[in-house]
């Protein structure tokens, strides 16, 4: 499928949570079923404070789920995304195995260390001036120059389905869990945990970077807005403008 064709699916399509139990079945060869850890105590006689260890995935990140479900289920042979590491690295884990050809866009402040293990992995790096608004922009048009499938860092209905098993996950070992707390830089996660909460007594709350408070600034002006690239050590959470 062309960058072309994998657009009106982005733009027009939202998964639900059946989507979300279809690719918790498609992505089981290639993910762990990752553990709740106890952490630390934050206050005296406070509620209990469960970390869902998605570092342990091939790839160090939760990314492998949505990156596995969308390759897996585009069949695709070539992928052109952009990424400000993690997402990249999965998809670049993934290319390996799967003889997939891979080109990953990085923005100017992207994480060398992490450019380097793309680039390791076999995968192909592209590097643009300004933030990740400029880095989504050059991979779009670098997919549809190529014809290679365009598979978004988070903004992709498979993407999002794919991440959301992270929360079928936590809420089937944790059922009385009464608040997720999920990190916020392209939305994927925190979509994906939504539909995954749907039908559970449960308070789902987005963190994002003070310094690019996109989406609280979003809902309090009621559309999307854009913010400039920021300087934050969550290199990961540096999205300017809420996913479609």
Not at 87 to 111: D, E, F, K, Q, Y
Not at 157 to 163: I, R, S, Y
Request: proline share 8%.
């Amino acid at each position: 499928m062309t960058a072309t064709g994998l657009r009106p699916a982005a733009a027009g399509t939202l998964p639900g949570p059946a989507d979300v139990a279809a690719a918790a079945t498609r992505i089981a060869p290639y993910v762990l079923r990752t553990p709740l850890l106890h952490g630390p105590v934050t206050a005296a006689h406070g509620p209990d404070l469960l970390l869902k260890a998605e570092h342990r995935q091939a790839g160090h990140s939760f990314k492998m789920r949505g990156a596995a479900n969308a390759v897996l289920a585009l069949d695709a042979d070539r992928v052109v995304t952009g990424s400000s590491g993690n997402h990249g690295i999965a998809l670049a884990w993934l290319a390996r195995s799967l003889g997939i050809r891979l080109t990953v866009v990085l923005a100017a402040g992207a994480a060398p260390a992490k450019a380097a293990v793309i680039r390791a992995l076999g995968a192909e790096t592209v590097q643009v001036g300004g933030g990740v608004a400029e880095r989504e922009e050059r991979a779009g048009r670098l997919a549809e120059e190529t014809g290679a499938t365009l598979v978004p860092s988070s903004d992709h209905p498979l993407v999002v389905a794919g991440q959301g098993t992270v929360g079928t996950e936590l809420l089937a070992d944790a059922p009385g869990t009464e608040t997720v707390y999920v990190p916020t830089g392209g939305g994927g996660l925190l979509a994906g945990v939504c539909l995954a909460a749907a039908g559970h007594p449960v308070r789902v709350v987005g963190v994002e970077p003070a310094l690019t408070p996109r989406y609280a600034r979003s809902l309090t002006e009621g559309h999307p807005v854009q913010l400039p690239p920021c300087a934050t050590v969550a290199d990961g959470l540096r999205g300017q403008r809420p996913g479609r």
